[in-house]
C-alpha cells in the first residue's frame, strides 16, 4: 500500500522558516511529478509548488521567491522549504504524487503568527 508521510510542520513566528518532508513508499518514485498543496481553514486546497520528474519547478505567485520545492528521488522524498512566512501561509500542507494514479499524504500544519 502506497502512503506518503509529511513532516516539519509547526508553529512560526512571522518571518521564520521551516521545511517540510514527504517520503513516499512508492517504486520508481523517480517516474512521478510532485506536488505540494495547501488547505487554508475554511478555504479550498490549492498547490503551491510543483518539481516534475524531470526537476522542473512551477510556484504559485504567492509562494514565489520564498519557497523552495526539492526532491530527492534516492530517497523517495520531496521537501518544501519555506522561508519568510507570513500569517497568509497558515494551512494543512500535503504532498501529492502522480503519474497516471495519484496519492495523497495526511498533511501536515503550518501555522504563522504574527
Known amino acids: 500500500q502506497v502512503q506518503l508521510v509529511e513532516s516539519g510542520g509547526g508553529l512560526v513566528p512571522a518571518g521564520g522558516s521551516l521545511r517540510l518532508s514527504c517520503v513516499a513508499s512508492i517504486a520508481y518514485f523517480g517516474l512521478y511529478g510532485t506536488r505540494w498543496y495547501r488547505q487554508a481553514p475554511g478555504k479550498q486546497r490549492v498547490p503551491v509548488a510543483s518539481?516534475?520528474?524531470?526537476?522542473?519547478?512551477a510556484y504559485s505567485d504567492s509562494v514565489k521567491d520564498r519557497f523552495v520545492i526539492s526532491r530527492d528521488n534516492a530517497k523517495n522524498s520531496v521537501y518544501l522549504q519555506m522561508n519568510s512566512l507570513k500569517p497568509e501561509d497558515t494551512g494543512v500542507y500535503f504532498c501529492y504524487v502522480y503519474r497516471n494514479i495519484e496519492f495523497w499524504g495526511q498533511g501536515t500544519q503550518v501555522t504563522v503568527s504574527s
Open positions: 518539481i516534475d520528474l524531470n526537476g522542473t519547478v
